[in-house]
T-cell receptor, first 112, second 115 residues
Framework: SQTIHQWPATLVQPVGSPLSLECTVE??????LYWYRQAAGRGLQLLFYSVGIGQISSEVPQNLSASRPQDRQFILSSKKLLLSDSGFYLC???????????FGEGSWLTVV | AQTVTQSQPEMSVQEAETVTLSCTYD???????LFWYKQPPSRQMILVIRQEAYKQQNATENRFSVNFQKAAKSFSLKISDSQLGDAAMYFCAYRSPRGNTPLVFGKGTRLSVIA
C-alpha cells in the first residue's frame, strides 16, 4: 500500500515569509494528490487536488498555491504568509474514485 | 453538491461500553462511498471503516461497525467495547464515484473515553 511522507512536521514562520511544504508518495504510481488544511478545533478543508503532473485544481481562493513537479511529489507554497494560514496541513492520495484516500502525518504551521 | 452532517460535536463513553456516532449525508447519486476516519491526538487521519453504497451488508472491522441506512442517508459508526485508545476525533466522509472528486467531510465528533 502507499506511504505518504510530509515535511517539515512542524514549522514556525513570521508573517510575510515564504512557505514550502512537501509531500511525496511511495508504493503507487499516478496517484491523485490532495492538500487539506485543518484549523484549530475545526474540520478539514480541501485546498488543492491534482490528478496528474502539472494539473492542479484549487478549491478555495487564498494565499496559497500548489505544484506537482513529479508524479509522486506535491508541494504547497506561499510567497507571503498570513496569520490566517496557521493550521495543520495534511497531504493525501488515492488511486481513483473507488479507492480509499490515505493521509500523511501532517505538518503544523504556525505563523507569528 | 454533497454535504455530510455530524450532529454530535462531542460524545463520551465509559471504557468497555458501546457508543454510536451519527452521520447523515445529502446526495442525489445512487452509488457512492462512505468512510469513517479517526484522528487521534497525533492528528494523523486513520481510516476506520469503509462502505460501498451498493452493498447492503453493513461493513465491520473488529470492534467497529456501521449502520448504513441508504434510504435515510444515514451512516452511523458503532464502537463496541470502547478502549482508552479510541479517544479521538471521528470524521464521516462521502465520496462520489464520478471522475476524481475528492472526499467531502463532516465537521467531526470528538469522542472521550472515561476510565
Amino acid at each position: 500500500s502507499q506511504t505518504i511522507h510530509q515535511w517539515p512536521a512542524t514549522l514556525v514562520q513570521p508573517v510575510g515569509s515564504p512557505l514550502s511544504l512537501e509531500c511525496t508518495v511511495e508504493g503507487t504510481s499516478n496517484p491523485n494528490l490532495y492538500w487539506y488544511r485543518q484549523a484549530a478545533g475545526r474540520g478539514l478543508q480541501l485546498l488543492f487536488y491534482s490528478v496528474g503532473i502539472g494539473q492542479i485544481s484549487s478549491e478555495v481562493p487564498q494565499n496559497l498555491s500548489a505544484s506537482r513537479p513529479q508524479d509522486r511529489q506535491f508541494i504547497l507554497s506561499s510567497k507571503k504568509l498570513l496569520l490566517s494560514d496557521s493550521g495543520f496541513y495534511l497531504c493525501a492520495c488515492d488511486r481513483g474514485p473507488g479507492n480509499t484516500i490515505y493521509f500523511g502525518e501532517g505538518s503544523w504551521l504556525t505563523v507569528v | 453538491a454533497q454535504t455530510v452532517t455530524q450532529s454530535q460535536p462531542e460524545m463520551s463513553v465509559q471504557e468497555a461500553e458501546t457508543v454510536t456516532l451519527s452521520c447523515t449525508y445529502d446526495t442525489s447519486e445512487s452509488d457512492y462511498y462512505l468512510f469513517w476516519y479517526k484522528q487521534p491526538p497525533s492528528r494523523q487521519m486513520i481510516l476506520v471503516i469503509r462502505q460501498e453504497a451498493y452493498k447492503q451488508q453493513n461493513a465491520t472491522e473488529n470492534r467497529f461497525s456501521v449502520n448504513f441506512q441508504k434510504a435515510a442517508k444515514s451512516f452511523s459508526l458503532k464502537i463496541s467495547d470502547s478502549q482508552l485508545g479510541d479517544a479521538a476525533m471521528y470524521f464521516c466522509a462521502y465520496r462520489s464515484p464520478r471522475g476524481n472528486t475528492p472526499l467531502v467531510f463532516g465537521k467531526g465528533t470528538r469522542l472521550s473515553v472515561i476510565a
